[in-house]
């Protein structure tokens, strides 16, 4: 099977802009998780998304928002961006069953620069 | 909501040496503990996991522990190569449900260097 897939892979913004990344999980997961890795946070759960639904969001701002297709795969969107947004983003598939299988498998992600 | 936390924030050995990486957590319902491995530049790795209704798992060379009464679980790792060098993760959720669903909470990151 093909793994999680991100694009794009770079992306460069400037103060203000917004953005959208996409995410494309393992075939037959329907369960999304995004994260936000940087140095000194480290990684924080963003939200996690199940056929088409958000389950869980994580600590964010309101400027961070997601969401999943039908056919599972997720885009998130982060507007009027900051410095502090720069980071790397991992997306995370799972098949995402309530006492299932539960492992998550990450995809590159997509480092993200704001300057 | 779920804190997990872990030692050491870096760990040197020498190749061959074991190495041993610590998390405690914090939330009693949380009920899976996946280990995850990232090298430089690349994705973490899913490496090993175990779940709430086991004591310890082994796989190979890598091993974990978990002890629920005291919130803790422990990554092992024999005869480690050069070749584990990298950054490595613990986490914590519940796979049945509440507020850590879909969710890990992860550790800070252990930096681990194995010397040839």
């Known amino acids: 099977k093909a793994g999680v897939t991100q694009t794009p892979r770079y992306l460069i913004k400037t103060r203000g802009q917004q953005v959208t990344l996409s995410c494309s999980p393992i075939s037959g997961h329907r369960s999304v998780s995004w994260y936000q890795q940087t140095p000194g946070q480290g990684l924080q759960f963003l939200f996690e998304?199940?056929?088409?639904?958000?389950?869980n969001k994580g600590n964010f701002p309101g400027r961070f928002s997601g969401r999943q297709f039908s056919n599972s795969r997720s885009e998130m969107n982060v507007s009027t961006l900051e410095l502090g947004d720069s980071a790397l983003y991992l997306c995370?598939?799972?098949?995402?069953?309530?006492?299932?299988?539960?492992?998550?498998?990450f995809g590159p992600g997509t480092r993200l620069t704001v300057l | 909501g779920e804190n997990v936390e872990q030692h050491p924030s870096t760990l040197s050995v020498q190749e061959g040496d074991s190495a041993v990486i610590k998390c405690t957590y914090s939330d009693s319902a949380s009920n899976y503990f996946p280990w995850y491995k990232q090298e430089l530049g690349k994705r973490p790795q899913l490496i090993i996991d175990i779940r709430s209704n086991v004591g310890e798992k082994k796989d190979q060379r890598i091993a974990v522990t978990l002890n629920k009464t005291a919130k803790h679980f422990s990554l092992h790792i024999t005869e480690t190569q050069p070749e584990d060098s990298a950054v490595y993760f613990c986490a914590a959720s519940n796979s049945l449900g509440g507020t850590s669903y879909g969710k890990l909470t992860f550790g800070q990151g252990t930096i681990l260097t194995v010397h040839p």
């Open positions: 995370a598939s799972s098949l995402g069953l309530a006492g299932g299988a539960h492992e998550q498998f």
């Open positions: 998304y199940f056929s088409e639904t958000q389950r």
